[in-house]
């Protein structure tokens, strides 16, 4: 069983309007229209979000679907929406739900079938489907068409939603882990300093080092033939470090794994120790 509450916002009338989801079938709760009046807008705003918090203090809905912002021609009455917008956000969030957004023509479209359906037809759907014998107002039957909306996609939206989560998570880690390693260019440098050979192959790694330290903001792509007249035999072969929006991508030629180039370069150091 979910509560979900959907909303319509507006900085003189919101509509809300509440159902409850048991598998497939829906449940009308109930539903309403904050109105406020008032020319400034910074004395209502105030009164809209107690009123809000006490419908979600009563029903506590577990999922809030607010609608989307449009484009307004008047770029006023754009900015009040905004701010009636996020009281809205603001008064779920801190009553335990979670927020979910749709635009009102998805909603439209899905109860009525037209995604520029008028109030009036919107209002006759939200009636048949949720089976009410009287009508509420239009601002209310938006909401409880954004709820219903929501109601029948809800598995598919929570899922995206945790996968967005999860992959998230992965890439944070993934990160953290490549910055830890830093690719491991500095000790194997340092490992052939301590040797007493291969000066010149460690001075290498470290400019490779400086050059590939990660950073989230660009992209970096290091091709190791640019320095294999420094590093002779080793053949041809990449090192892409690819950094874009935390994401990224190691790959050396034919080799997945840098074990496979550190050990070119260690039997490369052995051939010209033997040979001196």
Same mark, same amino acid.
């Given at each position: 069983? !979910?509560? @979900?509450?959907?909303?319509?916002?507006?900085? *003189? #009338?919101?509509?809300?309007?509440? %159902?409850?989801?048991?598998? +497939? $079938?829906?449940?009308?709760?109930?539903?309403?229209?904050?109105?406020?009046?008032?020319?400034?807008?910074?004395?209502?705003?105030?009164?809209?979000?107690?009123?809000?918090?006490?419908?979600?203090?009563?029903?506590?809905?577990?999922?809030?679907?607010?609608?989307?912002?449009?484009?307004?021609?008047?770029?006023?009455?754009?900015?009040?929406?905004?701010?009636?917008?996020?009281?809205?956000?603001?008064?779920?969030?801190?009553?335990?739900?979670?927020?979910?957004?749709?635009?009102?023509?998805?909603?439209?479209?899905?109860? !009525?079938? @037209?995604?520029?359906?008028?109030?009036?037809? *919107? #209002?006759?759907?939200?009636?048949? %489907?949720?089976?009410?014998? +009287? $009508?509420?107002?239009?601002?209310?039957?938006?909401?409880?068409?954004?709820?219903?909306?929501?109601?029948?996609?809800?598995?598919?939206?929570?899922?995206?939603?945790?996968?967005?989560?999860?992959?998230?998570?992965?890439?944070?880690?993934?990160?953290?882990?490549?910055?830890?390693?830093?690719?491991?260019?500095?000790?194997?440098?340092?490992?052939?300093?301590?040797?007493?050979?291969?000066?010149?192959?460690?001075?290498?790694?470290?400019?490779?080092?400086?050059?590939?330290?990660?950073?989230?903001?660009?992209?970096?792509?290091?091709?190791?033939?640019?320095?294999?007249?420094?590093?002779?035999?080793?053949?041809?072969?990449?090192?892409?470090?690819?950094?874009?929006?935390?994401?990224?991508?190691?790959?050396?030629?034919?080799?997945?794994?840098?074990?496979?180039?550190?050990?070119?370069?260690?039997?490369?150091?052995?051939?010209?120790?033997?040979?001196?």
């Amino acid at each position: 069983m !979910t509560i @979900i509450l959907g909303l319509d916002p507006g900085s *003189v #009338n919101m509509g809300y309007g509440i %159902i409850e989801k048991t598998g +497939s $079938k829906l449940k009308y709760i109930t539903s309403g229209v904050i109105s406020v009046k008032g020319s400034d807008i910074n004395s209502r705003l105030p009164i809209i979000y107690a009123q809000l918090q006490e419908v979600i203090k009563t029903y506590q809905p577990e999922h809030m679907v607010v609608e989307q912002v449009f484009i307004a021609t008047n770029p006023q009455a754009a900015i009040k929406l905004g701010m009636a917008r996020g009281i809205a956000i603001l008064a779920g969030s801190l009553g335990g739900a979670t927020i979910f957004e749709l635009s009102a023509r998805q909603a439209k479209k899905f109860v !009525t079938g @037209i995604g520029s359906a008028k109030k009036e037809q *919107v #209002n006759h759907m939200v009636c048949r %489907i949720l089976h009410l014998t +009287s $009508k509420p107002k239009l601002d209310a039957s938006d909401a409880l068409a954004l709820a219903i909306s929501h109601a029948h996609t809800l598995n598919s939206r929570v899922m995206l939603q945790k996968q967005q989560e999860q992959q998230e998570l992965f890439d944070q880690r993934t990160q953290q882990r490549l910055i830890n390693s830093s690719l491991n260019f500095d000790s194997l440098a340092r490992a052939f300093a301590q040797q007493g050979e291969g000066g010149e192959t460690a001075q290498v790694l470290a400019n490779l080092t400086q050059q590939t330290h990660l950073s989230t903001e660009k992209e970096t792509t290091i091709p190791v033939n640019r320095v294999q007249s420094q590093v002779s035999k080793i053949q041809a072969e990449f090192v892409n470090i690819k950094i874009n929006s935390g994401r990224f991508k190691v790959k050396s030629g034919k080799a997945s794994n840098r074990a496979k180039l550190e050990a070119k370069i260690k039997n490369l150091l052995e051939q010209k120790h033997k040979k001196t």
